[in-house]
């Protein structure tokens, strides 16, 4: 089941009828499902549900066995992890994956470098003042989302010296630097303390406020998806179970006996 689009709004991100099968398992079968711009939809279950299954698909990192995957409309299921990061599919891991030799401020920039500063090589050699504009640019960037996320003070930190929950702000900020259309959160309370859980809540309303994107999360922490989720999609032996806003999913029968119960 889905919840069909409100009027006047289409889905950024699309996933139709989707089959994911490993060998004789399958792990996602027929899944169809549609994220909003604007929305913050939790995408909850047992273990091995499916969830982070449909997450890989989603931003790229497997292609599904059947079904298709669409951005703004248009079928993107052929298309690549980073083709998709660079048209706005921006996506965190359960796992953190920060660059520990770099600072806290050079692991977010290094998330802007795939657009290039422009004239190449020469460009550097000469120090081009385009080049030179291009960068104080992303550095601004830089500097408001660090504010964003509440990690100023430690800019210049190398990101291997950082307890988890900075770590993972970090992993959110290098996600939201260049301003994405959908931003997918794979268990981001992971390993963090009550406080930097509400702080990372402020941030995903912050981000979803300014930038008008769809914000997917994959958590077992029920009543952070419950606060801070407008709808809420929760699977189960690889299927969709439930898709609708939190209370009604709170109040799912058949959810209660599958999970929530």
């Not at 992993?171 to 994405?180: F, K, L, Q, S, T």
Request: hydrophobic share 40%.
């Amino acid at each position: 089941m889905t919840t069909p689009a409100p009027p006047g709004r289409s889905a950024v991100l699309a996933a139709d009828h989707v089959t994911m099968s490993f060998g004789g398992v399958r792990a996602l079968s027929e899944v169809s499902a549609s994220f909003l711009p604007g929305e913050v939809c939790g995408l909850i279950g047992p273990n091995g549900a499916g969830k982070t299954t449909l997450f890989d698909v989603l931003s790229g990192i497997r292609t599904p066995t059947a079904g298709r995957i669409t951005l703004d409309g248009a079928d993107v299921t052929s298309r690549s992890a980073t083709w998709r990061s660079r048209h706005g599919v921006r996506r965190t891991f359960q796992r953190q994956q920060t660059f520990g030799w770099l600072s806290v401020e050079d692991n977010i920039l290094v998330a802007l470098e795939w657009r290039a500063g422009g004239g190449g090589l020469f460009a550097d050699l000469v120090a081009s003042p385009t080049r030179k504009r291009r960068e104080r640019q992303r550095r601004e960037r830089v500097s408001e989302v660090l504010e964003t996320c509440g990690i100023t003070d430690i800019r210049h930190v190398p990101a291997a010296k950082l307890p988890i929950g900075r770590a993972r702000m970090v992993e959110v900020a290098r996600a939201i630097v260049d301003p994405p259309k959908v931003l997918l959160l794979d268990e981001p309370t992971s390993g963090l303390e009550e406080s930097e859980s509400e702080a990372l809540g402020h941030t995903i309303q912050q981000v979803r406020e300014t930038h008008g994107c769809a914000v997917i999360l994959v958590e077992h922490d029920v009543p952070f998806v419950m606060r801070q989720c407008d709808r809420i999609v929760v699977l189960n032996l690889g299927q969709v179970l439930a898709d609708g806003p939190p209370d009604e999913v709170r109040d799912n029968p058949e959810v209660n006996a599958a999970y929530l119960g």
